[in-house]
Antibody
Framework: QVQLQESSPGLVKPSETLSLTCTVSGGSVSTYYWSWIRQPPEKGLEWIAYIFNSGNTNYNPSLKSRVTISVDTSKNQFSLKMSSVTAADTAIYYC??????????WGQGTLVTVSS | QAVVTQEPSLTVSPGGTVTLTCGSSTGTVTSTHYPYWFQQKPGQAPRTLIYDTSNRHSWTPARFSGSLLGGKAALTLSGAQPEDEADYYCVLSYRTSYVFGPGTKVTVL
């Protein structure tokens, strides 16, 4: 089964850019769809973006202007950058093999706090 | 952007049956929305239970089933167990984007 592990700075200042990386094992980032999904504290899930075929992307329309998803096949990783963050972007960020049908997997999640 | 709806909370007795629904502000939910259902327990990442309306994963207990019901996607839990107490989220596909529902908190009591 695919395993995913997020890495992030943990704390980001308002107006700065958040950068997240997901390391994939047991599967290739060149295959399937890879998503970022977030969950503000005590709230529900929000899909942010996905990438597939190493370069095709789709974004949540409400976040599209601030978000970029990319993949590094040499490291079997995919990444998310979110610009101009505010306190509303404070959340647990999950990377996931999604949508993938039977093929699925989630990272354990990483808490990102936006604060000065 | 579409809005996906779910019941905020439901309670089921041990051994009982409960049905969670997932609706769309755009109208009838169909198989082309490729409904997924996820289970999330406190402090854990979500886990996929059902994909593409009604397909279980290898780890999904047979007591969970997915369907389309009354214009919505539905997740039925038959024979609820204490360990099924959790939050349940559905997500629908809208061509190139996905929208999650707000989640249903299921209490087994």
């Amino acid at each position: 089964q695919v395993q995913l592990q997020e890495s992030s700075p943990g704390l980001v200042k308002p107006s700065e850019t958040l950068s997240l990386t997901c390391t994939v094992s047991g599967g290739s980032v060149s295959t399937y769809y890879w998503s970022w999904i977030r969950q503000p504290p005590e709230k529900g899930l929000e899909w942010i973006a996905y990438i597939f075929n190493s370069g095709n992307t789709n974004y949540n329309p409400s976040l599209k202007s601030r978000v970029t998803i990319s993949v590094d096949t040499s490291k079997n990783q995919f990444s998310l950058k979110m610009s101009s963050v505010t306190a509303a972007d404070t959340a647990i960020y999950y990377c996931a093999l999604f949508p993938g049908g039977y093929n699925t997997g989630w990272g354990q999640g990483t808490l990102v706090t936006v604060s000065s | 952007q579409a809005v996906v709806t779910q019941e905020p909370s439901l309670t089921v007795s041990p051994g009982g049956t409960v049905t969670l629904t997932c609706g769309s502000s755009t109208g009838t939910v169909t198989s082309t929305h490729y409904p997924y259902w996820f289970q999330q327990k406190p402090g854990q990442a979500p886990r996929t239970l059902i994909y593409d309306t009604s397909n279980r994963h290898s780890w999904t207990p047979a007591r969970f089933s997915g369907s389309l019901l009354g214009g919505k996607a539905a997740l039925t839990l038959s024979g609820a167990q204490p360990e099924d107490e959790a939050d349940y989220y559905c997500v629908l596909s809208y061509r190139t984007s996905y929208v999650f529902g707000p989640g249903t908190k299921v209490t087994v009591l």
